[in-house]
């Protein structure tokens, strides 16, 4: 600092301790023991992905409110971006309809 060149440790010719306490017969055994578990961490790590997607469903099924419709009700269709009418701006109108219902295709839809 100041007039002074920083460097890095091997420029200065040190070793790091990590590297200087290193054994390459520890270092290949502990290797072959990950290996030996490495089916069992994917597995674990499956389940662990397949928990959390449980988890965001229930959530997410928590908040939805299903309407079962007939055929002959009366529905709104919701405003998209892309069936929203060319220059209408924020105050456009956010449904579509009344569409009458034809047929039931299967469970929420």
Do not use: C, W
């Not at 389940?47 to 419709?69: D, G, P, S, T």
């Not at 269709?77 to 579509?96: A, D, F, H, W, Y």
Request: no cysteine; charged share 30%; net charge positive.
């Amino acid at each position: 600092m100041y007039g002074s060149e920083a460097r890095i440790l091997i420029e200065v010719g040190e070793l790091a301790l990590r590297f200087s306490r290193a054994n390459e017969e520890v270092n290949n055994e502990a290797l072959l023991v990950k290996l030996d578990f490495l089916d069992e961490h994917r597995d674990l790590a499956y389940m662990r992905m397949v928990a959390q997607k449980q988890r965001m469903e229930r959530y997410y099924n928590r908040r939805i409110n299903l309407r079962y419709f007939k055929v002959g009700d009366l529905v709104l269709r919701k405003v998209t971006q892309s069936t929203r009418e060319i220059n209408v701006g924020k105050l456009g109108p956010t449904s579509e309809g009344p569409y009458r219902v034809s047929a039931i295709t299967g469970k929420g839809s």
